[in-house]
């Protein structure tokens, strides 16, 4: 029987067939040989209509057996193929861990914020809180609620950048003060306030139109001059160096009665004189007074129950002081050579 004999022979050949097969698509041809619409399995099932029943019945069951038994090698010739290429894969791709990382750039804290997360730290420690306002400030609060009504003679000291007649960008930190009184309706207050200012300065070493402030307003019973002193002394030692010390020389604020302006001992010489402290032995640094009575009374307190102190420390001052830098652009112009010098390297 011809097709039964065919059967048989298309099974021999087909393992030492698929042996040297390693690629799907050669397979996918192969399997069409053997198992498609042109394949001699389907011309032996074409040539049946010929057959008697009884050899019909034989070689059907054959052929379809054989069929099964032809497509169980492909699969499992197929999935060996896959296999194959999967383990391929997973051979490249294994990873060395021992071979060294790559070193990725990081950037640096920049030494203005670096100074006030210091005074962040060190006045939360003495229990202060740390408290933000807009840069862009209403006229009522940078000036007129820090008795600087409109026309007042010290408004000039400030002279910043208007939006409008009423909306300025803020020339100080202190209208945080007065935004806290209002919100705090009476009730003692214990905070700082870091933020950047607005001036209308023409840029040089020692002035930027814009730069960094860090406020500070305590208000309590009793609270008084000595209380700043203390305070101020603490911030400076641990900024600077146990070894400093500071002198108040009175001067004035609007918003504040009496005023003061704070110098330091200066670090270079220790207090003898230098060129650096102009031969006096002091550096004048920050000024800060008594809060004002109008201010109390205008932010809803009452002088008679509630006093304090407040103060504005220059953040580019006292990192320059820190640090000794002696041009206050070095801060803003962003060139790596600087500013790789406070990296702490990782
Ligand atoms: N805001 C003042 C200034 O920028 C500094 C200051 C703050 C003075 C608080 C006294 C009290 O010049």
């Known amino acids: 029987m011809n097709q039964l004999e065919e059967l048989d022979k298309l099974v021999s050949g087909v393992d030492s067939e698929l042996e040297s097969v390693n690629d799907l698509n050669e397979l ?12 001699i399995l389907a011309s032996i099932s074409a040539s049946m209509k010929d057959l008697s029943i009884e050899a019909k019945k034989e070689v059907g069951m054959k052929s379809s057996k054989i069929r099964q038994l032809l497509e169980e090698k492909f699969e499992a010739k197929k999935k060996a193929i896959e296999d194959a290429i999967v383990n391929k894969k997973l051979e490249n791709e294994t990873i060395d861990v021992t071979l060294p ?15 006030i997360m210091d005074l962040e730290d060190l006045f939360v420690g003495m229990g202060y809180k740390v408290a933000e306002g807009p840069e862009i400030e209403t006229d009522e609060y ?12 010290a408004r000039d000291m400030q002279d910043t950048f208007y939006i409008n007649p009423e909306l300025l960008l803020r020339s100080q930190t202190s209208p945080v003060q007065v935004r806290t009184m209002l919100a705090e309706k009476g009730e003692p207050i214990k905070i700082i306030c870091p933020g950047k200012v607005y001036r209308r300065d023409a840029d040089d070493a020692t002035h930027s139109h814009q730069f960094m402030q860090c406020e500070g307003l305590v208000l309590g019973k009793d609270i008084t001059l000595g209380d700043l002193k203390g305070a101020l002394l603490e911030m400076f030692r641990k900024m600077l160096g146990e070894d400093r010390n500071i002198r108040l020389r009175p001067s004035f604020f609007p918003f504040t009665e009496p005023s003061v302006e704070v110098d330091v001992s200066c670090g270079l010489c220790g207090g003898k004189g230098c060129n650096t402290c102009k031969h006096t032995g002091w550096i004048e640094v920050l000024g800060a007074g008594m809060v004002n009575d109008n201010v109390l009374r205008m932010c809803g307190y009452d002088p008679k129950e509630i006093q304090g102190f407040a103060f504005g420390i220059g953040v580019e001052r006292i990192t320059m002081m820190k640090y000794k830098i002696d041009d206050i652009r070095n801060f803003y112009t962003n060139d790596l050579r600087f500013l790789n010098q406070f990296k702490e390297e990782k």
Request: glycine fraction near 12%.
């Open 28 to 39: 996918q041809q192969k399997k069409a040989n053997y198992l498609g619409k042109k394949s």
């Open 101 to 115: 990382g790559y070193k990725l750039p990081v950037g640096g804290i920049h030494p203005l914020n670096q100074t």
């Open 142 to 153: 940078c000036f007129e609620k820090l008795n600087l009504p409109k026309g007042h003679p």
